[in-house]
């Protein structure tokens, strides 16, 4: 909706603001900068972050979503959400799920190869009258070259399924920055002052916490879920490190809750929605006719189920009765 009296269309005048705002901007870095230590003084690296060229493509992508939708600016920030999510990330979730069913099929030939080396390895061993710990280097060296071959054979080396991390969490900070700066008015005071009545509920200002931690609360319940349906997963046995990992993800999905409580609503609203994609595409990529839709090779560990084995697998380790 246009401010009375003010011309052209809402994404023009949020370029007018942004460009207002520079000189300003400009002037709090180079006195950050000033400081002792340069750009090491106070804030240095995180406003450079603020000001960088990805973040303002995001702050425009932002605008120009909400000026072609006419959404409020609560909608827009969930609708951008789920835009990202499912036009850049869940076409990679797929390749990924791709991968990981190659890697899965893998493991019974891997298997084979590996016992099949050990007794050569053995035979080589007492043939030349080799230690048990010179026996052990030369099976362990020639087995990754056979894994390693069959990983180029397949096209299917684990260090692909890492791709979607490398491009989910640079562009949930690059949006993350982008609302932060709208919401203290980085980017012009007339876009806080949108955003300042942008939100809905009990949200109503986008630019001030949540006071009754609402979104945060449910920011933390839908992260935890989410490791929790992955961790249900018993596609290939887990290791130590695995383990590991995913109790790391449990801890940082409950201290995002106090976090999400002292930033602008605008951002626990987009952590939140973002989550609520990501969830939506977790349980969609274990429809089998969606993973046949995206071509991801059928496993032993697939099920014709999936939702009641993840509701049974949920109720099974969390249920009370012993």
């Not at 590991?244 to 951002?267: G, Q, W, Y």
Request: net charge positive; proline share 5%; charged share 20%.
């Amino acid at each position: 909706m246009r401010t009375p009296g003010c011309v052209g269309s809402p994404l023009a005048m949020w370029r007018l603001a942004r460009a207002g705002a520079r000189a300003p901007r400009a002037a709090a870095a180079a006195a950050v900068g000033a400081g002792p230590g340069g750009r090491g003084g106070d804030g240095g690296w995180y406003e450079w972050a603020a000001s960088s060229e990805p973040v303002h493509w995001a702050e425009g992508g932002l605008a120009a979503l909400q000026a072609a939708t006419g959404l409020p600016w609560w909608a827009a920030i969930a609708g951008g959400a789920a835009l990202l999510r499912t036009a850049v990330t869940l076409p990679l979730a797929a390749h990924q799920g791709r991968l990981l069913a190659k890697l899965e099929n893998l493991q019974p030939e891997i298997k084979e190869l590996a016992e099949r080396l050990r007794y050569e390895v053995s035979v080589r061993g007492k043939q030349l009258g080799w230690s048990e710990k010179v026996a052990r280097f030369h099976f362990k060296k020639n087995l990754r070259r056979i894994v390693t071959e069959l990983y180029i054979r397949d096209n299917c080396h684990p260090f692909k399924a890492t791709l979607l991390v490398w491009v989910q969490i640079p562009m949930w900070v690059c949006v993350s920055l982008a609302l932060r700066n709208c919401s203290i008015g980085a980017v012009g005071s007339e876009v806080q002052e949108q955003f300042s009545s942008g939100g809905a509920l009990w949200f109503t200002d986008l630019t001030a916490p949540d006071s009754t931690w609402i979104l945060p609360v449910s920011l933390g319940l839908v992260n935890l879920l989410i490791v929790e349906i992955f961790s249900s997963q018993k596609k290939m046995q887990v290791s130590r490190f695995q383990k590991l990992v995913t109790n790391l993800f449990r801890v940082v999905s409950v201290a995002m809750i106090p976090v999400a409580a002292t930033v602008p609503s605008s951002l626990a609203l987009y952590w939140l929605s973002s989550s609520l994609v990501g969830l939506s595409h977790n349980l969609l990529l274990r429809s089998p006719a969606f993973r046949r839709l995206c071509c991801i090779p059928r496993t032993k560990s697939d099920s014709d189920t999936p939702y009641r084995d993840i509701v049974a697998a949920l109720a099974a380790k969390y249920s009370l009765k012993k």
